[in-house]
């Protein structure tokens, strides 16, 4: 059974940066995408950034201050985020996709106060 950890997330101020790191149990090239999403109450998840072996995606609320990138030798992906806004406090949660499922992780909190 595949295993998607996060971790990371906190309580900072506006402007301030965090990164967050998802481990997974098994090699990241197993998987065709590895992402992360975010919710807030009430609201649909929401892809953040993505990363493929040749590329990555952000949404355009972050662009320019989001990074997704691989640690390979220790099959982690993370998430820097920088100058942070109120309006990412979401709780944050990892995905790994593949031709037959999707797999997600508990997700992390992150909370940005003004």
């Known amino acids: 059974q595949e295993q998607l950890v996060e971790s990371g997330g906190d309580l900072v101020q506006a402007g301030g940066s965090l990164r967050l790191s998802c481990a997974a149990s098994?090699?990241?090239?197993?998987?065709?995408?590895m992402g992360w999403y975010r919710q807030t109450p009430g609201k649909q998840r929401e892809l953040v950034a993505a990363?493929?072996?040749?590329?990555?995606n952000y949404a355009d609320s972050v662009k320019g201050r989001f990074t997704i990138f691989r640690d390979v030798a220790n099959n982690t992906i993370h998430l820097q985020m920088n100058n942070l806004k109120p309006d990412d406090t979401a709780a944050y949660y990892c995905?790994?996709?593949?031709?037959?499922?999707?797999?997600w992780g508990r997700g992390t909190q992150v909370t940005v106060s003004s």
């Open positions: 995905n790994a996709h593949t031709a037959r499922r999707d797999y």
């Open positions: 098994g090699s990241i090239f197993s998987y065709t995408t």
């Open positions: 990363i493929t072996r040749g590329s990555a």
